[in-house]
T-cell receptor
Framework: GEDVEQSLFLSVREGDSSVINCTYT??????LYWYKQEPGAGLQLLTY?????DMKQDQRLTVLLNKKDKHLSLRIADTQTGDSAIYFC????????????FGAGTTVTVRA | EAQVTQNPRYLITVTGKKLTVTCSQN?????MSWYRQDPGLGLRQIYY???????DKGDVPEGYKVSRKEKRNFPLILESPSPNQTSLYFC????????????FGEGSRLTVL
């Protein structure tokens, strides 16, 4: 979606950390999400952050939100081959609880 | 098992031949939505439904129709498909809005010749 931007590709070595970045335009967004799409499958919710938070940690995942710069990032610690997938950033604007705008997706490739 | 089921998973058709992609969820969700996924563009919302008989346009509704006669079903109708509708289509549902977790179907890959 044009309102959410992500880089398209990321290659990372197994065991290293991955950082996927996203910028969004709607400053009124209430929630920001990370969805994961494995090959041949639909999307699954990975994690989300509420707009009044700066950081959220969940096991190997760390989400950072910089509201001033409208920048969201997802860090995956100790990246494994099973983390190879497309990761989508998405925002839910305050004005509409029924619309979710997705970025183009970042394809993460984990190499041995 | 809680799931969103789409059919068909794969379809090759010709320009102008009407087709319907079905979507069914067994979670009693109020909200359902259709997306199309194209390389470099990510997911774009086609239509969504807040509840039975309540639907609204997403970002790319042209050439598509939907209906929501029952809570569990949300079919996507292409009255006269064209090659630019060749895409991967996803149906999704959630309890009552996008602020909750969206559950996705496995996708329907459509090719229009």
């Amino acid at each position: 979606g044009e309102d959410v931007e992500q880089s398209l590709f990321l290659s990372v070595r197994e065991g290293d950390s991955s950082v996927i970045n996203c910028t969004y335009t709607d400053s009124s967004s209430t929630y920001l999400y990370w969805y994961k799409q494995e090959p041949g499958a639909g999307l699954q919710l990975l994690t989300y952050i509420f707009s009044n938070m700066d950081m959220k940690q969940d096991q190997r995942l760390t989400v950072l939100l910089n509201k001033k710069d409208k920048h969201l990032s997802l860090r995956i610690a100790d990246t494994q081959t099973g983390d190879s997938a497309i990761y989508f950033c998405a925002e839910s604007p305050r004005s509409n609880d029924y619309k979710l705008s997705f970025g183009a997706g970042t394809t993460v490739t984990v190499r041995a | 098992e809680a799931q969103v089921t789409q059919n068909p998973r794969y379809l090759i058709t010709v320009t102008g031949k009407k087709l319907t992609v079905t979507c069914s969820q067994n979670m009693n969700h109020e909200y359902m939505s259709w997306y199309r996924q194209d390389p470099g563009l990510g997911l774009r919302q086609i239509y969504y439904s807040m509840n039975v008989e309540v639907t609204d346009k997403g970002d790319v509704p042209e050439g598509y129709k939907v209906s929501r006669k029952e809570k569990r079903n949300f079919p996507l109708i292409l009255e006269s498909p064209s090659p630019n509708q060749t895409s991967l289509y996803f149906c999704a549902s959630s309890l009552n809005s996008v602020t909750g977790e969206l559950f996705f179907g496995e996708g329907s890959r459509l090719t229009v010749l």
